[in-house]
């Protein structure tokens, strides 16, 4: 006999994933700002780094607020995507074009975030926790422009008249 799964049980599950998530993210950001050459995206990846704690805090309020233990689950996509970033550094780093690929690499990882949070963030307003829902809807914001950053950065590197005007 299964035990029955409610939507509060699934948002701890996925609370516990981003929570793992985030604090992988904060590893990599140490490389990626070692990293980066254009000294706009080793600046992004800088201001990331100090969000990505301020998003790890969040979390541990929303934890406290829903009276569960702050607790991780391995992320197997995070892990996926931090690796695929590892042997992208591996194969590009010190080219021409490892900006561009850690850019990518940082918007895969900003893509799964946005997913995660607007999830969590939609899960926790049926579940009636406004306040979760408004920390969830900070961090959303915030991996939202993180994400618009990293695309103008990109069309910066790679458009060299959009360079000699900047």
């Known amino acids: 006999m299964t035990t029955q799964k409610s939507l509060s049980d699934a948002f701890y599950e996925t609370l516990k994933d981003i929570y793992f998530a985030e604090k992988q993210i904060l ?12 000294p706009d995206l080793k600046e992004a990846f800088e201001t990331h780094a100090t969000q990505t704690a301020t998003h790890v805090e969040r979390l541990n309020q929303v934890f406290e607020l829903i009276g569960k233990a702050a607790r991780t689950k391995t992320c197997q996509a995070m892990q996926g995507i931090l690796a695929e970033m590892e042997e992208d550094l591996d194969d590009f ?22 997913a995660r949070y607007g999830t969590l963030k ?3 307003g049926s579940l ?5 829902e408004d920390l969830l809807g900070q961090t959303l914001e915030e991996e939202k422009q993180t994400d618009a950053l990293l695309s ?7 458009n060299p008249k959009a360079m000699q005007m900047a």
């Open 122 to 124: 939609t899960w926790a």
């Open 152 to 158: 103008e950065i990109a069309e910066r590197e790679s």
């Open 93 to 114: 780093g010190e080219t021409e074009a490892s900006d561009a690929v850690l850019i990518a690499c940082a918007q895969a990882v900003e893509h799964y975030e946005i």
């Open 128 to 132: 009636g926790l406004d306040e979760v």
């Open 27 to 38: 590893k990599s950001l140490k490389k990626a700002i070692s990293a980066a050459q254009a």
